[in-house]
């Protein structure tokens, strides 16, 4: 099972996030993978989709993040969703994941992370 850690939120994601505090529905839509690679130019705060998107994953799962002692993670939601390489015609690494939300007075689909 692939883990990735310390992401951070892009500019929409922090703006979606200070909504939900403020009450709002923080609704996540789905979860992308690619194999693109993050350049120097580049800054992920700014990213409003991947690098090189390949697949969209459904999310099956929106849970509390919990340590490995079973204690709460504060600020930390668990997402999980399944990616099946059975019809894939050639591999690939995937070096990029991005989460996306709705943003709830736009109705758009943003990448939150």
């Known amino acids: ?20 505090i403020a009450g709002k529905l923080l609704k996540f839509s789905r979860i992308s993978c690619g194999d693109g690679i993050l350049n120097d130019e580049q800054n992920p ?8 998107k390949l697949y969209d994953l459904q999310i099956i799962s929106c849970n509390v993040g919990y340590n490995t ?3 709460i993670m504060p600020g930390v939601a668990e997402l999980r969703a399944v990616f099946n390489n059975s019809n894939l015609e050639e591999g690939f690494y ?10 709830p007075d736009t109705g758009e689909e943003v990448l939150y992370r």
């Not at 883990?3 to 951070?8: A, K, Q, S």
């Not at 705060?45 to 090189?52: A, K, P, Q, V």
């Open 45 to 52: 705060y700014e990213f409003t989709g991947l690098i090189n």
């Open 94 to 103: 995937i070096r990029e994941v991005g989460v996306f939300a709705e943003d």
């Open 1 to 20: 099972m692939a883990e990735f850690n310390g992401v951070n939120l892009t500019k929409a994601g922090k703006i979606l996030l200070a909504k939900a």
């Open 69 to 71: 002692n079973g204690i």
